[in-house]
Nanobody, 124 residues
C-alpha cells in the first residue's frame, strides 16, 4: 500500500512557476507509475501528466505540454511536477495518484491510490 501526500501548491501570478511534490510512503514506490490530475470548480477531474516507474518516460496533456515537467526521485520516494508559465486556467486542485499495474496514464480509474490534493491558484 502507498500513502501519497501532495505539497507545493499556492497562489501565483500568471506567468509564474510552482513546483508540486508528491511524497509517498512505502519502499515499493519504484514499482508504481504516477499520474497527476487536476480538478477545477464545477469541472471534471482531468489528466495532467504521468511518469513511468523508472522516470524514463513522461506523458502530458496537450494543455500543459511544454510548460509542465514531471520528474521523480525513487530514493526519496517523491515525484515532482514543475509548472512554468502558469495561466489562470491552470487554477485547480492538483492530485497525484499511483498505479501498480499497467493501466492507461490518462484514465483516473487506472490508479489505485490518491493523495488529498493541493490547491493551485493562478491570478491573472
Amino acid at each position: 500500500q502507498v500513502h501519497l501526500v501532495e505539497s507545493g501548491g499556492g497562489l501565483v501570478q500568471a506567468g509564474g512557476s510552482l513546483r508540486l511534490s508528491c511524497a509517498a510512503s512505502g519502499r515499493t514506490f519504484s514499482m508504481y507509475n504516477v499520474g497527476w490530475f487536476r480538478q477545477a470548480p464545477g469541472k471534471e477531474r482531468e489528466f495532467v501528466g504521468g511518469i513511468t516507474r523508472s522516470g524514463s518516460s513522461t506523458y502530458y496533456a496537450d494543455s500543459v505540454k511544454g510548460r509542465f515537467t514531471l520528474s521523480r526521485d525513487n530514493a526519496k520516494t517523491t515525484v515532482y511536477l514543475q509548472m512554468n508559465s502558469l495561466k489562470a486556467e491552470d487554477t485547480a486542485v492538483y492530485y497525484c495518484a499511483a498505479d501498480r499495474g499497467s493501466g492507461s496514464y490518462y484514465l483516473s480509474s487506472s490508479y489505485d491510490y490518491w493523495g488529498q490534493g493541493t490547491q493551485v491558484t493562478v491570478s491573472s
